[in-house]
């Protein structure tokens, strides 16, 4: 059976006996992926046209990566979807114009005409190429998620490798993220072993961590500043993870020397990358100190105004809702703002969209957050600028407290530490106490803008 990208599928077969999945304790060899694919491209190919937009209604399973595959090979458009609100999941076939959704129920394909039947230009464009699609949603924390047409061909085969490795990795980001698109192919492409989790609360993570041996977990600051509040790495045996990658959000500091000093053996590594552009290789400065440089084939970047702007060969054709004025002249303009380093290694120290302006004085949100956290009583910290009449904006601290510590008690603590650290534009106008800092599904926090 032909491949559209046989790379892949050469790939399966060479190391057909070796775990590629492991989901709910059952675990998959390679040969029983491709004979999966197989069958469901009987199914696809006898529903649903070449080319047509799809709505894959699934987090991560076997079956769901198996149909991934299939509708590749179909060169159909995916729209993972793993909302699970009627009115989420028709907003982004609404935006879509997905003409197909399947669900998989009972282990079975359930493919349902959605009635859509408007095109894009986008759309079309890869039709000509003759080209599979995948269209990802932005998480919409500070606006209507934006909807990014990727050409999926280009984005598999910047995945193409030769070696083979024993790599055990939880799937920890999701269907719909650009990070968890990257973990899949990454994995897949060195026959490498992708175990997904159920749940991804930090116990069951850390359950899942040693019941499958796993080697690498790769997932945000906010989840693994969860696993440390819930000293969930104490209950369970996790000798056999070798690495620690962390991204999608900043890396406070404080937290990263908390961090190394829990998992002493454990290699830490930087992620970095945008869902237009895709996961960006990158190496971490020798002195272990946050800072990065990107060593990628397919991307080249420069810093103006010390906003980071990256040209990739894996970049999005565009944008199905809104216009690409954050692309100039092929450059994207991430809107990370940096500090920079020796030899071309730079920092991520805040969004642009995020900075808070106090009389005409620039506070990164994730300075502050930084001190505040440093504090025993603190669990948690959000900082945000708030409408001042008369500096412009306020900085505003939300803080999650430990249990025993009183509010005047914490007030008191963050007044000071901020008072010795930081400069008086900088420091928190306004503390507020909460319950707990909001975060997305994906383990990003909620900042207020």
């Known amino acids: 059976m032909e491949y559209i990208n046989n790379w892949f599928y050469q790939k399966f077969l060479e190391v057909k006996d070796k775990i590629a999945i492991i989901h709910k304790d059952q675990k998959y060899t390679y040969g029983d992926l491709t004979d999966k694919i197989n069958e469901f491209n009987k199914l696809v190919q006898s529903q649903i046209p070449k080319g047509e937009v799809v709505a894959l209604l699934s987090d991560y399973s076997f079956y769901s990566i198996a149909l991934f595959f299939s509708l590749i090979q179909n060169k159909n458009i995916i729209v993972p979807v793993i909302s699970i609100t009627k009115s989420e999941i028709e907003n982004k076939i609404d935006v879509s114009i997905a003409k197909k959704k399947i669900a998989i129920v009972n282990d079975q394909l359930q ?23 995948l269209i ?15 050409d999926l061909d280009v984005l ?7 070696v083979v490795k024993e790599i055990n990795s939880i799937i920890f ?13 990454s994995l897949l492409s060195i026959g490498g072993t992708i175990t997904i989790p159920e749940s991804r609360d930090p116990e069951s993570v850390c359950a899942l961590i040693e019941r499958n041996k796993v080697d690498v977990l ?8 969860l696993l ?13 993870l070798r690495i620690i990658g962390f991204g999608a959000e900043r890396m406070p500091e404080f937290l990263y020397q908390r961090l190394k000093e829990i998992f002493p053996a454990v ?7 945008t869902s237009e552009t895709n996961a960006i290789r990158v190496k971490n400065h020798p002195a272990d100190n946050l800072y990065m ?8 970047f420069k810093i103006v105004d010390n906003e980071l702007w990256l040209k990739s060969s894996t970049q999005i054709l565009g944008y199905l809702n809104t216009n690409a004025d954050n692309f100039e002249e092929g450059w994207f303009k991430t809107g990370d703002i940096v500090d920079t380093y020796e030899d071309r290694y730079f920092r991520i120290i805040g969004r642009k969209k995020e900075i808070i302006n106090v009389g005409g004085e620039k506070v990164f949100p994730g300075e502050v957050e930084n001190i505040i956290l440093q504090l025993k009583c603190i669990t948690g910290c959000t900082v945000y600028g708030l409408k001042n009449i008369i500096t412009g904006e306020s900085v505003v601290a939300e803080v999650a407290v430990k249990q025993g510590f009183g509010a005047t008690e914490v007030k008191n603590q963050i007044r000071e530490i901020c008072t010795q650290r930081l400069d008086a534009y900088k420091r928190p106008s306004r503390i507020k106490i909460v319950e707990s800092i909001s975060f997305n599904e994906r383990f990003k926090k909620i900042r207020r803008m």
């Open 267 to 273: 290699r830490f590594q930087q992620k970095f990358g």
């Open 173 to 185: 980001l999701t269907f719909d993220h650009i990070g968890g698109i990257d973990t899949l192919f």
């Open 293 to 300: 440089r990107i060593e990628d084939p397919n991307i080249q």
């Open 228 to 240: 440390i509040l819930s000293e969930a790495f104490k209950m369970y045996n996790l000798s056999s």
């Open 218 to 225: 790769s997932c945000s600051p906010t989840f693994l500043n």
């Open 156 to 162: 598999v085969d910047s995945y193409k490798k030769d």
């Open 136 to 150: 990802l949603f932005s998480s919409g924390i500070t606006g209507e998620p934006k909807a990014m047409v990727h």
């Open 111 to 133: 493919i349902i005409d959605t009635t859509r039947r408007n095109t894009d230009p986008l759309y079309e464009k890869l039709r000509k190429l003759d080209h599979a699609g």
